[in-house]
Each structure stands twice: as C-alpha cells, then as structure tokens.
C-alpha cells in the first residue's frame, strides 16, 4: 500500500512540474472585476480585451485595443520580454486570437470602453462586416500603430 500511494506522489509530482514548464499564454479576465493596465479601467466588454504575455508568464490585460496600442508604443514591456498579444475577436469574445493574425477595423463609429475607436477579429470577412457598417479601414497590428495618435 505504501508503495503505491509513493507512485502516485511521484506521478503527482511529475505532472504537477511539467504543467509548470509550459510556455506561457492567456489568462482568464475576470469581467467587472480585474483592471486595465494601462488606464486602470476595470475591463467590462469582453468583445475588447486583450492580453500581453511576458516570456516570464506575467499577464498584462486591457479593456481596450487603444490601451494595449499605447502599452506596446511606450514600451512598457520590452519586445525581448514580450511572449505573445492576444486579442479578443469581437464577434466572438470567448475566442482569443493571436495578435499578428488578427484583422482590425479602425473607425469613429467604433465605441470601445476608452474610444480606442477599434475592434478585432480573427476572420477577415466579419471584420469587412463590420467596417460595412460603421466605415473606417481594414488593417493588421502593424497598420494599428501606424494610425496611433499622438
């Protein structure tokens, strides 16, 4: 009996370590509850947020495309530092998409939480449906920073 509850500790413990040795990637939000870290808004419209990810495992989370634009264009984490940028599809919230293959629609019609006048999407088609409706441009991330305001 001893024996066995020994190798069930050990495999505890193996599977306990190698979860631990993952790469590091997206957190939950928790919506009403956890701030913005860039304006300190608590983040309530899931169809906005977004997520930085530091190679260390430190989640960075936003309430807003504009905020995590002006995190990265200030350098607040380092690109060597930087693991990955997830973003929240905004026809489908539960759906994070990888920042560099996400299509954004930047427009005044757009009313994010701190009028970052964008929202994000993993499908290009929904994106064009949406700037169908409120005007604006298509663009990648790149694009995005490009059209950053001072």
Known sequence: MRILSRRRAVALLIATAAAGCGSPGPADIHYDSDACDHCRMTISAPGFAAQLVTRTGRIFRFDDPGCLREFV?????????????????HAHPE?????????????????APMNGRMAAFAS??????LQATVGGQVARWTGVLAERRA
Not at 101 to 110: R, T
């Open 73 to 89: 264009a200030g350098n607040s984490v380092s690109p060597d530092d930087t693991h990955s940028i997830w973003v929240n599809d």
């Open 124 to 129: 290009l088609d929904e994106a064009r449906a």
């Open 95 to 111: 759906v994070r998409v990888r920042l560099d293959e996400a299509w954004f629609v930047v427009s005044d019609g757009i009313r």
